[in-house]
């Protein structure tokens, strides 16, 4: 059974920093692209970041370009988001996604981790 | 980016009736689209991808066509746990982007 379980997430003011992590279990991590994606409170999904299975190639939405970086460590099926510069717009329920195809759908969702940012 | 329109917003029907939710692309995704389902305080969850695969364990009362721009998700007489709130996503560049969301509401 895919698992994926988030963790990272809290309160931090405008211009912190935030590293969310994603520990992923029953499937073979290093096959699949991996995405962070966000939902603000009361709104719609918006895509974040995207990493391919080995690593080598990272995307990212043009509101976290620059900002957010994304990795991944395969031997410890781990997903990461490094999170600086934080501002308001930033505040969501950020989601660890397991992706099928480059670019890709997501066929399994984690349960999300809220991140508030906030003086 | 590809900006994708989902219509109606709120979409008002009974248990039993039909419901068709309508997503159109700023310009063309071939088939490489995706529907999802969203409950209130939940993840959301594939239903179809590519236009008109059914995920895994979906119930045939939901089905997905369309091809190029324009993109409709079926859903056959429509059961309690059905009303929710709908997003399309289109995988065919980066960045993957979403529709808005068609809320379906009980009338």
């Known amino acids: 059974e895919v698992q994926l379980l988030e963790s990272g997430g809290g309160l931090v003011q405008p211009g912190g920093s935030l590293r969310l992590s994603c520990a992923a279990s029953?499937?073979?991590?290093?096959?699949?692209?991996m995405s962070w994606v966000r939902q603000a409170p009361g709104k719609g999904l918006e895509w974040v970041s995207g990493?391919?299975?080995?690593?080598?190639?990272?995307y990212y939405a043009d509101s976290v370009k620059g900002r957010f970086t994304i990795s991944r460590d395969n031997p410890k099926n781990t997903l990461y988001l490094q999170m600086n510069d934080l501002r308001a717009e930033d505040t969501a329920v950020y989601y660890c996604?397991?992706?099928?195809?480059?670019?890709?759908?997501?066929?399994?969702w984690g349960q999300g981790t809220l991140v508030t940012v906030s003086s | 980016e590809i900006v994708l329109t989902q219509s109606p917003d709120t979409l008002s029907l009974s248990p039993g009736e039909s419901a068709t939710l309508s997503c159109r692309a700023s310009?063309?995704?071939?088939?490489?689209l995706a529907w999802y389902q969203q409950k209130p305080g939940q993840a959301p969850r594939l239903l179809v991808y590519?236009?008109?695969n059914r995920a895994t364990g979906i119930p045939d009362r939901f089905s997905g066509s369309g091809s190029g721009t324009d993109f409709s998700l079926t859903i056959s007489s429509l059961e309690p746990e059905d009303f929710a709130v709908y997003y399309c996503?289109?995988?065919?560049?980066?960045?993957?982007?979403f529709g808005q969301g068609t809320r379906l509401e009980i009338k």
């Open positions: 996604a397991k992706g099928y195809g480059l670019p890709h759908f997501v066929d399994h």
């Open positions: 029953g499937f073979t991590f290093s096959s699949y692209t």
């Open positions: 990493i391919s299975g080995s690593g080598g190639s990272r």
């Open positions: 310009q063309t995704v071939s088939r490489f």
């Open positions: 590519d236009a008109s």
């Open positions: 996503q289109q995988r065919s560049v980066w960045p993957l982007t």
